[in-house]
């Protein structure tokens, strides 16, 4: 039998339809939640992703700035520019798109970001706040993801959850948001021995490795749900995940496609943070 399609266009479309409801609302009371995404470089793929964002912010009824700057800019200016959008009072959620150029810091430009305005959850206040389980904005495609999984009744209480790959954007945060629904969590990376031993136990298997179709059915368990967190491209240019999707299909019991699949849940998740951020500062000003 084929595994059943995490469909995560639909689920994204679904969120999206709550955030422009929830978007409209904050609108009659004057205010309208505001993303700026600052952008170093020319690099496509980068380009690409920020142009989706701000497209998918305006069809939500939110305001969206992007700043775009040559991959000359130095740190400080960097840093002068998040100052700016910390104090700006109609940006509720500021985003740096990393990669960044290699004589910016990343950590530094991340920690300056205000925590309140920190939609994409990388600041080391969020991801403390993430970690023991206090409220924080999550980073969105491991928030993406566990929302995939409550939509299908996924309940990852008791289940083995390996996760192939340890990021901060996706692979550690996703292992703790599992643990904290009560998985039992295995990380694997670059450095694990013997791959398939560990992934042939998982009942839910995270690949966040950036290794095109590298997850064939020998890897898995019968049964086992697969989430796909790759975006690679196949010997003919075709985008693709780290999973082979067709592979999988008579042994998976749930299998996210790319496209479709994580990547529409990120961009859902990003917006739902901007508003939570906007919702939280309307009820600050109220109490005060
Ligand atoms: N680069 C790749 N993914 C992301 C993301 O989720 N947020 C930011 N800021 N940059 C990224």
């Keep these: 039998m084929a595994a059943k399609l995490i469909d995560g266009k639909a689920v994204s479309q679904k969120i999206k339809m709550q955030v422009k409801t929830r978007v409209e609302k904050l609108a009659q009371q004057g205010i309208v939640p505001g993303l700026a995404v600052v952008l170093v470089g020319e690099d496509s793929a980068s380009l690409t992703y920020v142009k989706n964002k701000k497209k998918t912010c305006e069809a939500l009824g939110m305001r969206s700035d ?57 600041h080391p206040i969020s991801v403390g706040n993430m970690m023991i389980g206090k409220d924080a904005f999550l980073p969105c495609t491991p928030h993406g993801i566990m929302e995939l999984l409550a939509h299908y009744g996924i309940d990852p209480a008791g289940k083995h959850a390996v996760v192939i790959g340890r990021s901060n954007i996706v692979g550690k945060p996703i292992g703790q948001l599992l643990l904290q629904k009560d998985a039992t969590v295995t990380y694997c990376h670059s450095k694990t021995k013997d791959l398939a031993n560990f992934t042939a136990q998982a009942d839910i ?52 496609p790319v496209p479709g699949g994580v990547g529409p849940m990120t961009i859902a998740m990003l917006m739902e943070n901007t508003l939570e951020s906007a919702e939280k500062g309307l009820a600050k000003t109220k109490q005060a």
Excluded: W, Y
């Excluded at 991959?71 to 700016?84: H, R």
């Excluded at 940006?91 to 798109?97: E, P, S, W």
């Excluded at 490795?209 to 989430?227: L, Q, Y």
């Excluded at 975006?231 to 008579?250: A, I, P, S, T, Y």
């Design 66 to 122: 992007l700043h775009q700057f040559p991959d000359t800019l130095t740190e400080q200016e960097l840093l002068a520019k998040i100052d700016e959008l910390n104090s700006d009072p109609g940006i509720h959620g500021i985003l740096v798109q990393l990669p960044l150029p290699q004589q910016i810091d990343e950590f530094k430009v991340i920690t300056a970001i205000s925590p309140e305005k920190d939609v994409d959850g990388f």
């Design 205 to 256: 298997l995270i690949a966040a490795i950036g290794r095109a179709k590298f997850i064939d059915r020998t890897f898995i368990k019968p049964g086992a749900v697969i989430i796909d967190v790759g975006m690679n491209r196949d010997e003919n240019g075709k985008l693709c995940g780290d999973v082979d999707f067709e592979d999988v299909q008579e042994t998976a019991s749930f299998v996210t």
